[in-house]
């Protein structure tokens, strides 16, 4: 095939593809299998929320009313499997604790204990390790566990995250996309699941919402559908096989972030000299200190924002209460309860708000960063103006 014919070919794909998405979004509509109350409230994403309810799906005492049965799958699958010393773990004994405080005053997002196995569980969807978080989990675990012997830490983020090497061996690894979705598909498979209406819809949208975070196609009929176009013929599949080489080239992502650590920042640096780029387990933020023991971070895709006590002694109520005022004030977002001054991931930039899909997201932003960094820039500077004023 000629390099025009693949062109014509690759267009055509994409016609056929973007008419059959349409056509399900349409049905989506219609019947309103679009919506999704996790979406509608703005909490697909959110760790705090999300470990809400998967701590009441795994409490026996849960609002699902399924007693235990939610909580035996979990052992069976997820838990037991992994951690060998949770064998004998009682389900019948079992509490289920969200925001669990320990001795240094840390918070473990889940924690489950039978009286005698402590299985403490860490849950990152998008935010990278505290300092020695890990660490401090397991050592905690280990004071905790002197019957059962040493429960490592059960890490749920969405790849293969590596912790900070103080971790050590403190922890067993487990995904949203390999462990979490295949319970909760079990779950939802229960005969009881499904004579309880009410349960069985969230679990189903629940599934939906964190499978559009770990990069599923929203609607399996649909992504079925477009599978079945790119295979229907050898020039479909070589189309698609082009595309998605022309979408690797592309990189939004990547370019992007080399925009913002490159060109972005020596136009800040113009306005604020004392601004700083750093990379700290996944994170690329721009770092800038703003006075009363504080520093404002920026992450490279301008959803996550946060201000850090780095002295506390030198921040008083008054002042947090207005610098979270203010970071509310300018970006429309709610402070996250991090136990920063205030903190999250949910900023939206201007002309982005309503982008749910992740790669259409990163490729507007290409855009905006290299058609515009000087706005982009601007719209730092002034946050940064603004908390120091406070």
Known sequence: MST??????????????????????????????????????????????????????????????????????????????????????????????????????????????????????????????????????????????????????????????????????????????????????????REETGRATPVREMLKQFIKAIKSFCGYMEEEAMADAIKALVTESRDNYAAASLIGKVLEEIDADNNAWEIFKGEILGLVKNKIPDAQYHEDNGWYFLYFPIGKGCGFSVNYDMRWLTVENDEPKKLSADAAGKISKTMSHMTGARDEMTGAVWASLDVKYPGLEGIDNEDVFKYELYKIYSENPQAVADRIVSWVTALKSV
């Open 4 to 189: 025009t014919d693949s062109s014509q070919a690759a267009a055509k794909l994409l016609e056929r593809v973007w008419a059959t998405a349409k056509s399900f979004e349409a049905q989506y509509r219609e019947s309103g299998t679009a919506y999704n109350v996790f979406k509608a409230a703005g909490i697909g994403t959110k760790e705090t929320a999300i470990c809400r309810v998967l701590a009441d799906l795994l409490n026996p005492k849960g609002l699902h009313y399924q007693g235990s049965a939610y909580l035996n799958l979990f052992m069976d699958t997820v838990v037991k499997p992994l951690v060998e010393n949770a064998g004998k773990f009682d389900v019948s004994k079992a509490k289920v604790i969200a925001e669990y405080q320990t001795d240094e005053g840390r918070r473990i997002d889940i924690v489950i204990d039978d009286g005698t196995i402590f299985i403490p569980i860490e849950v990152k969807i998008y935010a990278g390790e505290q300092e020695k978080q890990l660490a401090d989990y397991a050592a905690f675990s280990k004071r905790i566990n002197t019957k059962a012997g040493f429960i490592p830490v059960l890490f749920l983020t969405l790849d293969w995250y590596e912790p900070n090497e103080e971790a050590g061996s403190g922890y067993v690894h487990i995904l949203w996309k390999t462990h979490i979705i295949p319970w909760l598909e079990k779950c939802l498979d």
